[in-house]
């Protein structure tokens, strides 16, 4: 299992899953659970991954990933081990702050 403590107790986790399950893990993701966690989807290939299919990343309290996790657990997901999950959620993360960086500039 792939968890991995962040600030302020909250938890993140790395999921990858293929072309063929996208339709079941946006149905999940429509959930109310999931939609109140901090969640991104991102294709494999634009995160420079050889693996084809998206990354699902999600981050929240132990109690809610507890909740999320129970909410996941039928789809056909893997977790990313721990070392690939750091590299690719640290790329994930400077997308979002690079994505709300151009935001501000463009509407600051």
Do not use: H, W
Not at 24 to 38: F, G, H, S, T, W
Not at 54 to 73: D, S
Not at 75 to 86: C, Y
């Amino acid at each position: 299992m792939t968890l991995i403590v962040q600030e302020e107790d909250d938890l993140e986790t790395l999921y990858f899953y293929d072309y063929d399950a996208k339709k079941d893990v946006e149905e999940v993701l429509q959930e109310d659970l999931i939609k109140r966690a901090d969640y991104t989807v991102r294709e494999c290939k634009l995160l420079g991954s050889d693996r084809e299919g998206y990354f699902l990343y999600i981050r929240g309290t132990p109690e809610m990933m507890e909740e999320v996790n129970k909410l996941l657990a039928d789809l056909p997901l893997e977790k990313v081990p721990e070392k690939e999950a750091k590299e690719l959620i640290k790329k994930i993360k400077a997308e979002d702050e690079s994505a709300a960086t151009g935001m501000g500039m463009r509407f600051g």
